[in-house]
């Protein structure tokens, strides 16, 4: 069985990118575009991670984190904050969210498949 990614991002050509990186990888991938979308596809189906884009329409990523982390469920479900802010303190205020780990974008592709592999061992 491969393993299952939620990924949600806003932006279509990082959505594809992403999704991209993770097939080839042989991750079985669903992506939403809103925070909102992820806290409603969290109850439909199970993942392994949740790859959290920070910079959404409606609620943001880290308010997306905060509800997860709120469920029993979801309180130790890896989450990876894809962000576009480089901005020292923000990261802070990312990680007090709940995410498990951070990366920014742009994306390097070997670095975000070693830090999914350490994070679902
Ligand atoms: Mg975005």
Redesign the pocket.
Known sequence: MSRKILVV???PD?MKLVTWILEDDHYEVTGVCSGEACLEQVQRDTYDAVLM????PGIDGKEATRRLRAMDQFRALPIIALT?HAIKGEDDDIRAAGVTDLITKPLDEDQLLKRLRELMT
């Open positions: 991002e806003d932006n990082n884009d920070i910079s959404l576009a």
